[in-house]
């Protein structure tokens, strides 16, 4: 996992003090270090522990071996050899949790104009995960991420983004709330596969 | 126009907004209100990867940190029916005023606090 909000626990050794308003804890040290905490007001918020996540990348769309390295993508047999013989696998039917168990959740990866697929530049599974992007530079062709069956009431959403340069104008939005981000690529070596 | 980013957050997503799905579209241009601001050459860029991370709780927290209180507060447990503080518990202040810790909870309340 990237992300991985609240699952870490905290190197942090001091204290902590609450004076005013809440702080809400939601997983073992991810909010407090090792330190005493002083309630000095306020609220100290022991709402308990959220767990479970998935996440899926255009890489391992595109690279099948990966999917199986990583063992987060649980194709069926039929939608591997589809995704063999392609080389561009664009719809996985049931994703797996970062327990590995089935989701129910199912993924497809619509309307690129181009894959653009970057070479891992330190061979982890995090870089190798992040060697692509679905490009957004048709203004009549948008990028789109569908997830379908997500099993969880609330969420969070992290969506990782990429360019071949630095300095790029995009923007990404979903279709659930109003929030629209307008961000500026951070990224550096890229190749090019034209659709 | 945000700072460079390598991942964009969506927070308070749920499943009542929209059947148990989303959708996330990206894009750059005048197409998505906009405008063209590139300062290097072209739109290309897009998105590599996404996490969907469940934010209701799902098994009760153990905080094993000393707690120390020294004016009114208020230790709560909404979210889920229970909690364990296993560290030390110091109520007091310098003043010698009287102080108040209030314990609450929904659903079936606060429970297992046991400093």
Known sequence: MLVNPGSVASTYTGGTTVSAGTLAITGNGAALGTGAVMLSGGRLQLQGIASGSYRDSIHRHRHVADQRADGRCSPSGDEQ??????????????LVNNSG???????IWARPQYVRNRVPQAGTPNTTLMSGYLDSSNANNRPQVT?????????????YVGSGANNRAQTLLNNQNSTTYHYSTFANTSSVIHR | MAPNANYLVFNGLNNAANGNSIIFTGGFGSGLGINNSNTNGNGNGGISAIEIVNTVPNAPLVMTNAVTVNANSTIDVTGWNSATMSGALTL???????????ATGAGTGWAAATP
């Open chain 1, 81 to 94: 050899l589809e995704c063999e013989r392609k080389r561009d696998c664009r719809a996985i039917a049931n």
């Open chain 1, 101 to 107: 168990a089935s989701s129910g959740t199912s993924l």
């Open chain 1, 147 to 159: 997830f379908n069956g997500i099993p969880y009431s609330q969420y969070n959403a992290y969506v």
């Open chain 2, 92 to 102: 007091g202040n310098s003043s010698g005023g009287a102080i108040q810790l209030t």
